[in-house]
């Protein structure tokens, strides 16, 4: 079957400590994002890229950074500079192509940093 | 900037009843809306989308959606809803940019028997 998936569902990190969330995606979509999602704060795009080998800055992208060397996979690391980390992190993907706009979802992450 | 809110936070509702969840979007040449259903603790799932054509938009799970550009809104409706119809509810339309769907902030409904 086709989709994204995430790993893991549930992580856990000391302050300090940078973390590389996994998402990858077998649906041979050119477009990869990633969301962060607070209680109340709806989804907000922390980056995203449209093609391997370039990724853009989102709304709130201070404090994480990204790769795309491979079309199906786009990691997202939590440095120490974000100064809030602990959220529930969604990548999603598009196919990229004229006309299309629906993204499809991976199941998250839950990142708890104490 | 392109924005949409969502009108109500939480919508509590009786099992069977009708309910409708509020959208509204800033104005734009294109635009291009869509409904997305998020049960705990999981991903988002495509409820149903608007690209062009007919208003009246039906998506899954009996769910309906009317996009009405004088009052740029895309309120999204159902006729009767059921307990498992309790989750969080996301209206998103896609940028100016053409590069990314922007997040309202959701409405959690809540289904009780």
């Known amino acids: 079957d086709g989709g994204i998936t995430q790993s893991p569902k549930y992580l856990f990190r000391k302050e300090g400590q940078n973390v590389t969330l996994s998402c990858e995606q077998n649906l041979n979509h050119d477009a990869m994002y990633w969301y962060r999602q607070d209680p109340g704060q709806g989804l907000r795009l922390i980056y995203y890229s449209q093609i391997v080998n370039d990724f853009q800055k989102g709304d709130i992208a201070e404090g994480y950074s990204v790769s795309r060397e491979k079309k199906e996979s786009f990691p997202l690391t939590v440095t120490s500079a974000q100064k809030n980390p602990t959220a529930f992190y969604l990548c999603?993907?598009?196919?990229?192509?004229?006309?299309?706009?629906?993204?499809?979802f991976g199941p998250g992450t839950r990142l708890t940093v104490t | 900037a392109q924005s949409v809110t969502q009108l109500d936070s939480q919508v509590p509702v009786f099992e069977e009843a009708p309910v409708e969840l509020r959208c509204n979007y800033s104005s734009s040449v294109s635009v291009y809306l869509f409904w997305y259903v998020q049960y705990p603790n999981q991903g988002l799932q495509l409820l149903l989308k608007y690209l062009s054509g007919s208003t009246l938009v039906k998506g899954i799970n009996g769910f309906e959606a009317e996009f009405n550009k004088s009052q740029t809104s895309f309120h999204l409706r159902k006729p009767s809803v059921h307990i498992s119809d309790t989750a969080e509810y996301f209206c998103a339309v896609f940028n100016q940019a053409g590069t990314a769907l922007i997040f309202g902030k959701g409405t959690t409904l809540s289904v009780s028997s």
């Open positions: 999603a993907s598009r196919a990229g192509g004229s006309g299309t706009y629906e993204q499809y």
